[in-house]
């Protein structure tokens, strides 16, 4: 296969992964990981409240690299913890 071709697949399965809105790290196991904003942005809440989540240990956070990510199950899981939360301090 020549070079050009090759770049040309790499950029069309890169546009296809963008267009799917799906997060591009997954586990052999099918563990999905999402970003910071993926998470606050499905969570709804802003990216200082997804910190401190992450440092109360609220929502566990995973170093990979130069960056947080969150397994989609647990973050799917923490919304009650959430809500619960949010209920004891009067917030709704």
């Known amino acids: 296969?020549?070079?050009d071709e090759f770049w040309k697949k790499i950029?069309?399965?890169l546009q296809q992964v963008v267009k799917s809105n799906q997060p591009i790290v997954?586990?052999?196991?099918?563990?999905?990981f999402l970003t910071r904003n993926e998470?606050?942005?499905?969570?709804r809440i802003s990216l200082?409240?997804?910190?401190e989540y992450t440092n109360n240990g609220i929502i566990p956070g995973y170093r990979i690299g130069a960056g947080v990510?969150?397994?989609q199950?647990?973050?799917e899981n923490s919304v009650q913890l959430i809500k619960s939360i949010k209920y004891q301090k009067g917030l709704r």
């Open 26 to 32: 997954e586990q052999k196991d099918g563990t999905n």
């Open 69 to 71: 990510r969150y397994k």
């Open 11 to 13: 950029q069309e399965l």
């Open 39 to 43: 998470t606050a942005k499905m969570l």
């Open 73 to 75: 199950s647990e973050v």
């Open 48 to 51: 200082p409240t997804l910190a």
């Open 1 to 3: 296969m020549p070079i």
